[in-house]
T-cell receptor
């Protein structure tokens, strides 16, 4: 059965800290891995990763994929209170049905 | 990325009734999807809304409970039928498009069934 596992489930940090969120997966088919940020209802797209070892970067956020070890990490440096959200990892097996992990709830306190 | 809107944004309904959720996209898209996110859970795909044909449902979801329409390439509806409190969830539509067919999500509909 396809599954996506995220860790930790929740994380509380202080502003300015650096955090690393983990996503491991076991799927029959793999096309890409996606990261989303969910603050209220709608997940907003962060990154799509298809190749191992190539870091995607957007401001203070970066992500990398390891297709051999079947995991990805999302790094956030110099965290701000606005980074507080649930971060979702999803795998696209190529049939458009994304498999989501349960998410990591990040809380950044001033 | 496409601009996606959903109506209603939230609703409180009585058990046994039905609610239709609308999803509108500002551009034509090939693929539209409906997801459910139950409290404290992650997103689960309900079905793929196919334009001009019946929706494709995932395991555990059936057309009688979640009828879907897709009359054109910019619009879809999801109906939650004969609701029970277990249907209390966030319902999200998404579209596939752009570079490498990334999925983008609408703002969601928060449903509470009493």
């Amino acid at each position: 059965e396809d599954k996506v596992v995220q860790s930790p489930l929740s994380l509380v940090v202080h502003e300015g800290d650096t955090v690393t969120l983990n996503c491991s997966y076991e799927v029959t088919n793999f096309r890409s891995l996606l990261w989303y940020k969910q603050e209220k209802k709608a997940p907003t797209f962060l990154f799509m990763l298809t190749s191992s070892g190539i870091e995607k970067k957007s401001g203070r956020l970066s992500s990398i994929l390891d297709k051999k070890e079947l995991f990805s990490i999302l790094n956030i440096t110099a965290t701000q209170t606005g980074d507080s959200a649930v971060y979702l990892c999803a795998v696209d097996p190529g049939a458009n049905n994304l498999f989501f992990g349960t998410g990591t709830r990040l809380t950044v306190i001033p | 990325s496409a601009v996606i809107s959903q109506k209603p944004s939230r609703d409180i309904c009585q058990r046994g009734t039905s609610l239709t959720i609308q999803c509108q996209v500002d551009s034509q898209v090939t693929m539209m999807f409906w997801y459910r996110q139950q409290p404290g859970q992650s997103l689960t795909l309900i079905a793929t809304a196919n334009q001009g044909s019946e929706a494709t449902y995932e395991s555990g979801f059936v057309i009688d409970k979640f009828p879907i329409s897709r009359p054109n390439l910019t619009f879809s509806t999801l109906t939650v039928s004969n609701m029970s409190p277990e249907d209390s969830s966030i319902y999200l539509c998404s579209v596939s498009g752009g570079y490498q067919e990334t999925q983008y999500f609408g703002p969601g509909t928060r449903l509470l069934v009493l």
